[in-house]
Structure formats: C-alpha cells, structure tokens
C-alpha cells in the first residue's frame, strides 16, 4: 500500500509549503503525565489521517478553506527529561512560528503541553487571554507530583497571571472549586452549556482582543468523542459548540491555538475523524473575514 504524505488533509504542495501557507499545524504526540486512559501519543497521526477524509468543502462558509494554506510540520518532540525543560523547548519551537506571522495549531498529545504555546503567544503577542474548551478544571497546584501535569496546566496559566475562561468544566477537586470561587473565575459549567448562547458575549468582554484558545477534547460528550483518557458525561454537542467557536473568531483575535488529549481507539475512527473536522472548522474560522 502505498503510504500517504503526513500532510493534512492531503494537500497539494502549492496549498502546503511552509512559506505560503499562513495555517501552520504542529504535532507534538507528547506523552509524560496522562493518568487514567493512555494513548494521546498517537492523538496527532490520527488527526492527520482522518482530516485526508475530510471533505475540503465547507458548506457552512460556502468555500474550501484549505485554499488559504495549510502547513503541516514534522512531529515536534522535546528532548529533555524534565519538564520544564522540555516546555521550554517547546515553548521556543512554537514562538518560531508564531513571530514568522503564522497561525500555529498545536496537535496534542497531552494537555500539559498547553503552557508551552501560552508562553509563546505572550511573548509574541503581548497581553492574551485563554479559552479553554475541556471537562476539566485542570487547577490543581501539581498532580502526581509534578506541577507540569495535564491536571495542573491552567493553574499554571493562571499563576503567569493570564486570565481564562473555561467551558464545559465537570470535574473538579475542592480546592479547585475553592480557587474559582476565591478567584472569580468565569466558568461555564457543563451542566449550564445549555445557556451559553445569551451569555457568551458578555463573558468574551471579560478578556483581552487577543485570545489563545485551548481545545480538550474531553470537552465533547463522550458519546461523540469516547477516544480521549478522562472520559466525563454530559459534555458539549457538535453544532453549538461550532456557533460558539464561529463567534469567538468573530469577536476576537485569536492568535494561536491547541487540539489535544485525542487518545485513539482503533477501529472507532468517529472521535478521530470529529477532531480532525474541528481543526478544520478553525481554520476556517480564522480564516473568515473579520
Ligand atoms: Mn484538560
């Protein structure tokens, strides 16, 4: 059988090239932390596989938003055993492409991953905000003994001072729901995503113009997206979570952004193939006029 390029969504090289393409996507099936379901290594390859069965015609912005480039790097691994050297790494790799004018998409591989584009942006772009699609709160100061887990990434966010806002959260230890109370955070539970259409406005206000968004795909309800580690029910449906990505593109600047925890079950292709339908759908988000 003959192998297909690691190309997303098996483009031709005119719509592919690093230097033409201002969509850059980054895998990086990094692995270190995951604590209950394992398999986020292979998250990044399936994205890829399943987004050359994606059909390149959005027929809800009635064009093919392939045709404004989209580059698909080398898997990105750090080298260092620890963490926060391996971030660092990271962190430098993502900055690279963000300051060569690119929107970079980072494929996970474990949440952890996170804070190493977050750093970047910031450097890059200056004052951000995050918004965070995920089931979890991912506040805890460390977990398993290192604060770099996958379930300590937003706290870290928080503590660089850059402030969130996290939907579809439903599960959380107390003294993560101690720190949203004492914090103020403005969560969208997951149990009231049912009414965020009147409220999401009001909560974009609450951040700066530029905003990375981070997307857990343990947000989706695991009956559309089972292949992920820390399954939670009663998460976010297909469409309306389009329309509030479609508005958080609209309404704000969104300057760079992640993909991670799909865990792969073989022979179950639908969560793979949703994930990488949604990587497309911000692209061509991003991609509409503003
Ligand atoms: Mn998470």
Redesign the pocket.
């Known amino acids: 059988m003959p192998t297909l390029p690691d190309n997303f969504a098996l483009l031709p090289p005119e719509l592919s090239s690093y230097e033409s393409s201002p969509v850059v996507l980054l895998p990086v099936p990094f692995e270190r932390t995951t604590s209950y379901g394992k398999g986020t290594s292979r998250g990044p390859a399936a994205i890829v596989r399943a987004s050359q069965s994606v059909e390149t015609w959005d027929e809800e912005l009635g064009r093919e938003s392939c045709e404004v480039g989209i580059a698909t790097l080398p898997p990105f691994l750090p080298e260092a055993y620890d963490m926060a050297e391996a971030m660092a790494e990271l962190q430098a790799e993502c900055r690279r492409h963000m300051a060569a004018g690119k929107f970079l998409i980072t494929l996970g591989g474990e949440?952890s991953l996170t804070i190493a584009p977050v750093r970047a942006a910031r450097e890059v772009f200056g004052e951000i905000g995050v918004v965070q699609f995920?089931?979890?709160a991912?506040l805890r100061a460390e977990y398993e003994g290192t604060p770099y887990s996958?379930?300590a990434?937003?706290r870290r966010v928080y503590e660089d001072g850059i402030p969130a806002l996290p939907i579809g959260i439903r599960s959380l230890s107390r003294p993560e729901a101690e720190l949203v109370e004492s914090a103020r955070m403005p969560v969208v539970w997951g149990c009231d995503l049912g009414e965020l259409d009147a409220h999401l406005d009001d909560l974009l206000d609450l951040l700066p113009e530029a905003v990375y968004l981070t997307f857990?795909v343990?947000y989706f309800d695991p009956a559309l997206v089972p292949a992920t580690g820390t399954p939670e029910p009663g998460g976010g449906q297909w469409w309306a979570t389009l329309r509030w990505l479609r508005r958080l593109f609209e309404r704000k600047r969104v300057v760079a952004a992640d993909v991670?925890?799909l865990a792969p079950i073989g022979g179950q292709p639908a969560s793979d193939f949703l994930v990488a339908k949604l990587v497309y759908k911000l692209i061509g988000y991003w991609s509409e006029p503003r």
């Open positions: 949440h995920d089931a979890h991912d996958h379930a990434v937003m857990d343990d991670v925890e």
